[in-house]
C-alpha cells in the first residue's frame, strides 16, 4: 500500500484505481460502522477518494496510505454529521411537496419514514401541534408557548407525551 503512496502523489491514476479497490470496502464497513446510515457511508467513501485524489501532492510520507484515507473519511464524517444536526432543526418541507432526497431512499427506509410520520399524525391535534412546531420547525418550548398562548410547562408535556406515543407506536412497527 506505501508502494501506491508515492504513485498516487505522482499522479499515477492506475495505482489510485488499485488503491480505491482494495480500501473502498473496509473504509465504506469503517464508516458505516459508525454513523448507522449507507447513505453517509456510500458519501464519505466517495468524498474521501475525491478529496484524496485533489489533495494527492499533500500526502504525507511519513504516514502509510490507509491511515491517511482513513483520517479523511473521519474528518468528512464529522462533518457531514455536523451538518445534518443542523440540517435537522430546519423546518421539513410541507406535505406534498416533491422532496428529492425521499425518492433516493431505500424502500424499507421509506417505508420506516412513512410509519414515524403517521404516527405523528395520529397524535391528539394539541401534542400534534406541539410536537410539529417543536421537532420540524425548530421552535423553542418558550416560542411554542407564547405563539399558541400556553405555559412552557404545558408544552412540555405535550411534548414528552409526544415522545412517549411515538416510541410505542414505533416499537410496534421496528
Known amino acids: 500500500m506505501n508502494d501506491y503512496l508515492l504513485h498516487i502523489k505522482n499522479g499515477d491514476v492506475y495505482c489510485f484505481q488499485q488503491a480505491y479497490n482494495e480500501l473502498h470496502v473496509r473504509l465504506y ?18 468524498l474521501t ?9 499533500d500526502l504525507s510520507e511519513a504516514h502509510t496510505l490507509d491511515a491517511q484515507v482513513f483520517r479523511i473519511a473521519k474528518s468528512l464524517l464529522i462533518d457531514l454529521l455536523r451538518k445534518e444536526g443542523v440540517r435537522k432543526i430546519q423546518p421539513l418541507p410541507e406535505a406534498g411537496m416533491e422532496v428529492v ?6 424502500v424499507a427506509e421509506k417505508d420506516e419514514l412513512e410509519h414515524i410520520l403517521r404516527a405523528v399524525e395520529d397524535l391528539p391535534p394539541a401534542r400534534k401541534e406541539v410536537f410539529k412546531l417543536s421537532r420540524f420547525d425548530g421552535l423553542s418550548h418558550k416560542e411554542i408557548s407564547s405563539r399558541l398562548a400556553l405555559s412552557t410547562k404545558t ?3 405535550h411534548i414528552s407525551k409526544a415522545i412517549k406515543q411515538l416510541r410505542k407506536s414505533i416499537s410496534l412497527f421496528f
Open 49 to 57: 477518494f475525491i478529496k484524496l485524489w485533489e489533495k494527492r501532492s
Open 101 to 106: 432526497w425521499y425518492n433516493e431512499m431505500p
Open 155 to 157: 408544552v412540555e408535556t
Open 29 to 46: 464497513q469503517y464508516i458505516f460502522r459508525y454513523s448507522r446510515s449507507h447513505y453517509l457511508a456510500q458519501e464519505v467513501v466517495q
